[in-house]
C-alpha cells in the first residue's frame, strides 16, 4: 500500500516532466536488456562456437557484445543525465509548494505542527524524496525490468530450474513484506523523535541568552540528554529492523544459489540439461538474483520513503479552517468601524477563550484592550487579524463580516506591531519594506520617519543597507520596535494593530513609543492591546475584558468614574516612580497603605518603609524565588509580569502592581512555589530585617501586620 503511494506520489511530482520520463524509461529498457541478454553468449560460445572452432560465430557473438555495449554505455549516460536534471526541478518545485503552502496558512497549521516537525520535514523529509527520486525508484525500475527479462530468459533455457527459482524467490521478499509494518512504525517513530530534538535545538539556539544568563546550561543539557536517550533507543529499534530486511534475503539468496547448482547440476548428469545451458542460466540466474536482492534492499528505502511521503502530504493536504469566499468583497480601509456580535472562540475543543464578546470599535479612533493576564485581550485581537475565525458569531467591518473580505486586501490594508518585533536577517530596508517589496525609496524613508528612525539608519555608515544579524540582536529593544512600526506603517495602513509593544522596553523608551503611536491618531484606526493602563488613558475606547468576555468599556475617565475592574487594575499599577532606565522604582506610601497588611499603619511610618525598599530588575525566564528556599523578602511588581509555579506547573500570573512573600516579612518559612519572570520585570523588595529595624521604631506596624497576616493565612 505505502509502496503503491510512493509511486503514485513521485509520479505526481514528475508528471510536468513526462517527456524527460519517457526518455529515462527508454534508456533504462536498453541498458537494463543488455545486461540481462548478454549472457546468452555462454550459450552460444560454450555449446556452439568453441566446440566446433567456428571462428565465423565466435566473432559475430563478440561484435553484438561490443555494439550492445556501446549502446549500454550511451543510454545509460544519457538517462543520468536526464534523471539529474528531472529530480532537481521536481524537489525544486516541491520545495516551493511546500513553502507558498506553509505562507498561506493560518495560526491553526503552526498549532498542528510545531516547528521542529514543520523543519525536519521541509529538511530530512524533502531530502528523502530527493533521493527517491533520483535514486530508488530509479533502480527498483531497473531491477524490476531486469528481472523480469531474465525470469523470461530462465524459462527459454529450461523451465523446470526456472519454476524450482522463482518458488526461492518467493521466499526472498516474504520477510520484507512480514516486516514492513513493524520498519513503517520503527521508522514513524525515529522521525517522530528527531522533530522533537530539532525542536529543542532550536529552541536551545534562540534562548541561548537566557541559558548563558541564567546559568541554566545543566537543565538545558539534562533536557537534551533525555531526548537524545530518546532519539537512541528509536534509532537503534529502527536500525536493526532494517539490517534484518537486508540480511535475511541475502541469506535466503545464499540458499537457493546451493539448491540451484544442485538441481542444475542433476539435470546435467540425467542428460537433460546442456553445460552451455547450465551456464547461461546460472549467469542469468545470478543476475536475476542480483536484482532480487537489490530489489529487497531498496525495499527498506522504500519504506523509509513512504512515511516521508507521508509527513510530506500531510502538511501540503492541510486545509485552514479560515473560510474562503469565493467571491471575496473588497477591503478599501474602515469608514465606520469594527464590530464583535457574540464572538466566542476557543483555541481547543474543551475551553472558550472568548465567549460572548460584543463590542464596536470606531473608525478614526484609538482603542485599547486591557484585562488582567488570560482575559483573552490578544485573542481578541487575534481574531480581529484574522489569524483565526470565531467559532460562533461574526466580526465585521462597516457591516461585512471578516469572512467574506479579500484576505489580500484586508492584509494590505493592516500594520501590525507585536510585542517581539522579530526582524528578519537582511537589511534595515528590505525590513522595512517586507510587506511591499520593490517599494520607492520615498515611502521607506516617509515610514522610517514617521516611526522616528530614519535619522538615526542616516548615521550608521551603512544607512538603510545596514544587515539586521541576530534576528535583530544588533539593534536595541527600542529602535527594533521603531523599525517594526516602519514596517507597519509602509503603505498606509487604515488599521493599525499593537499588541503589548511597549512591554519589554524600560519607562523611558516606553514613554517614546507611546508618544509615537499618540501622532498617529486620527489618521488611521488603531487598536492596541496592553495591561499597562497608564499608557492608554488617552484612548477613545478602552475595552476591559475578564475571564474571556467583556466587563466594561469606555473611557479612562469614566471607567475611573464607574469604580469597576478597570477602576480596580488602574488603583493596583498606580502609586509607583520610576526613572526614565527602569533600574530605580520607588513606591509611594500612600500605595503602601493599599497593601491590606499595610492597612491601619499610619502614612509617616509607611513613608519612611517605603525608603527602605530595593529596586530589581530582570529579564524573562529568572527564578526570582525558589520553592523550599527560605523566604526573607517580600516583592512588589512595579512592571513585568511573573509566573508562579508549582513543581513545574504555572499557577498564576502576577503582575504590574501584585505582591508575593508577604509572609516572610514575618516569619521564615520556606517559599511554597518557584517565582519566574515571564517578561523583562522591575521589582520592589523589603527584606524581613530592614521591616524589624523599623518595627522596633514603631511597634505598631508589627500588630498590624500580625494580625492581617494571620487572617490570610487561616
Ligand atoms: N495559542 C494558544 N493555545 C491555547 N490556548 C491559548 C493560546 N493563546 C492563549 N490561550 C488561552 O486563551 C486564554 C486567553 O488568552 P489571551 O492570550 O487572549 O489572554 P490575554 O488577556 O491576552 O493574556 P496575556 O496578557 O497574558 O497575553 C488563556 O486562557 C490562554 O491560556
Not at 527517491?132 to 524459462?155: D, H, K, M, Q, Y
Not at 523588595?685 to 508589627?702: D, H, K, V
Amino acid at each position: 500500500m505505502s509502496l503503491l503511494f510512493v509511486f503514485r506520489f513521485a509520479l505526481r511530482l514528475c508528471r510536468p516532466y513526462w517527456g524527460s520520463l519517457l526518455l529515462i524509461a527508454a534508456c533504462i529498457v536498453v541498458e537494463t536488456a543488455y545486461v540481462a541478454v548478454s549472457p546468452l553468449s555462454f550459450q552460444y560460445l560454450i555449446d556452439d562456437a568453441f566446440p566446433a572452432k567456428d571462428a565465423g560465430l565466435f566473432a559475430l557473438v563478440l561484435t553484438l557484445l561490443v555494439i550492445g555495449g556501446a549502446f549500454y554505455l550511451g543510454a545509460g549516460i544519457v538517462s543520468d543525465r536526464r534523471l539529474a536534471k528531472v529530480n532537481e526541478q521536481a524537489v525544486y518545485d516541491l520545495r516551493a509548494q511546500l513553502f507558498r503552502h506553509i505562507a498561506g496558512q493560518s495560526e491553526d497549521f503552526h498549532r498542528r505542527f510545531d516547528q521542529g516537525s514543520l523543519t525536519n520535514r521541509l529538511t530530512s523529509d524533502v531530502s528523502a524524496v530527493d533521493r527517491t527520486i533520483s535514486g530508488v525508484l530509479p533502480r527498483t525500475f531497473r531491477e524490476l525490468l531486469a528481472l523480469l527479462i531474465g525470469l523470461s530468459l530462465l524459462f527459454h533455457l529450461e523451465w523446470k530450474l526456472a519454476l524450482a527459482m522463482i518458488a526461492g524467490f518467493v521466499l526472498l521478499f516474504a520477510s520484507p513484506y512480514v516486516l514492513q509494518r513493524k520498519a513503517e512504525r520503527s521508522s514513524e517513530r525515529y522521525r517522530e523523535e528527531n522533530d522533537a530534538y530539532i525542536g529543542i535545538i532550536d529552541e536551545v539556539l534562540k534562548g541561548r541568552r537566557v541559558v548563558k544568563g541564567m546559568n541554566a546550561a545543566a537543565y538545558i543539557l539534562g533536557r537534551v540528554e533525555r531526548r537524545l536517550a530518546s532519539l537512541q533507543t528509536a534509532g537503534i529499534r529502527v536500525t536493526f529492523v532494517y539490517a534484518l530486511l537486508d540480511r535475511i534475503p541475502q541469506s535466503a539468496f545464499l540458499a537457493l544459489n546451493a539448491a540451484m547448482i544442485g538441481f542444475g547440476g542433476t539435470l546435467i548428469f540425467q542428460d537433460q540439461l546442456s553445460v552451455g545451458s547450465f551456464i547461461a542460466f546460472f549467469t542469468i540466474f545470478l543476475s536475476a538474483g542480483q536484482s532480487v536482492s537489490s530489489l529487497s534492499q531498496v525495499i527498506p528505502s522504500l519504506i523509509e520513503a513512504g512515511v516521508s511521503f507521508r509527513r510530506i502530504a500531510e502538511v501540503l493536504q492541510y486545509r485552514s479552517p479560515l473560510a474562503r469566499p469565493s467571491e471575496p468583497k473588497p477591503f478599501e480601509g474602515v469608514r465606520e468601524g469594527f464590530r464583535f456580535r457574540d464572538v466566542a472562540f476557543g483555541y481547543d475543543e474543551h475551553a472558550l477563550a472568548l465567549d460572548g464578546v460584543t463590542l464596536a470599535i470606531p473608525a478614526g479612533g484609538m482603542t485599547a484592550f486591557v484585562g488582567q493576564s488570560g482575559s483573552g485581550k490578544s485573542t481578541a485581537l487575534q481574531l480581529l487579524l484574522r489569524f483565526y475565525d470565531p467559532k460562533r458569531g461574526s466580526i465585521e467591518v462597516d457591516g461585512i463580516d471578516l469572512r467574506e473580505l479579500s484576505e489580500t486586501d484586508y492584509r494590505r490594508h493592516t500594520g501590525v506591531v507585536f510585542q517581539d518585533s522579530f526582524l528578519f536577517n537582511g537589511t534595515v530596508y528590505e525590513n522595512i519594506s517586507l510587506s511591499r517589496p520593490g517599494v520607492a525609496e520615498s515611502d521607506v524613508r516617509a515610514a522610517a520617519e514617521a516611526a522616528r528612525i530614519h535619522e538615526l539608519i542616516e548615521r550608521m555608515p551603512e544607512g538603510y543597507a545596514t544587515l539586521v544579524k541576530d534576528f535583530g540582536g544588533n539593534f536595541s529593544g527600542g529602535q527594533r520596535q521603531r523599525i517594526a512600526i516602519a514596517r507597519a506603517l509602509i503603505g498606509s495602513p487604515r488599521l493599525l494593530v499593537l499588541d503589548e509593544i511597549t512591554s519589554a522596553l524600560d519607562p523611558s523608551t516606553e514613554a517614546e513609543i507611546n508618544e509615537l503611536i499618540e501622532s498617529f491618531r486620527g489618521e488611521r484606526t488603531i487598536v492596541t492591546v496592553t495591561h499597562r493602563l497608564a499608557s492608554v488613558t488617552n484612548a477613545d475606547l478602552i475595552v476591559v475584558f475578564r475571564n474571556g468576555t467583556v466587563a466594561e468599556t469606555g473611557t479612562h475617565r469614566e471607567l475611573l468614574a464607574r469604580g469597576g475592574l478597570y477602576a480596580e487594575m488602574w488603583e493596583k499599577q498606580h502609586g509607583f516612580v520610576l526613572s526614565g532606565d527602569g533600574f530605580q522604582a520607588k513606591v509611594e506610601g500612600e500605595r503602601l497603605s493599599r497593601l491590606p497588611f499595610f492597612r491601619g499603619i499610619p502614612f509617616e511610618q509607611l513613608d519612611s518603609m517605603s525608603d527602605r525598599f530595593v529596586t530589581e530588575k530582570y529579564d524573562a525566564g529568572h527564578t526570582v524565588v525558589r520553592e523550599n528556599d527560605p523566604g526573607d523578602k517580600f516583592y512588589i511588581i512595579v512592571r513585568g509580569r511573573v509566573s508562579v509555579e508549582k513543581a513545574g506547573v504555572r499557577v498564576a500570573v502576577l503582575e504590574d502592581g501584585d505582591y508575593f512573600g508577604e509572609i516572610a516579612l514575618l516569619k521564615d518559612i520556606p517559599r511554597t512555589a518557584d517565582i519566574v519572570t515571564v517578561k523583562p520585570t522591575v521589582l520592589l523588595s523589603l527584606r524581613r530585617e530592614q521591616l524589624l529595624e523599623l518595627t522596633a521604631a514603631y511597634p505598631s506596624i508589627r500588630e498590624v501586620l500580625e494580625r492581617t497576616l494571620k487572617e490570610r493565612m487561616k
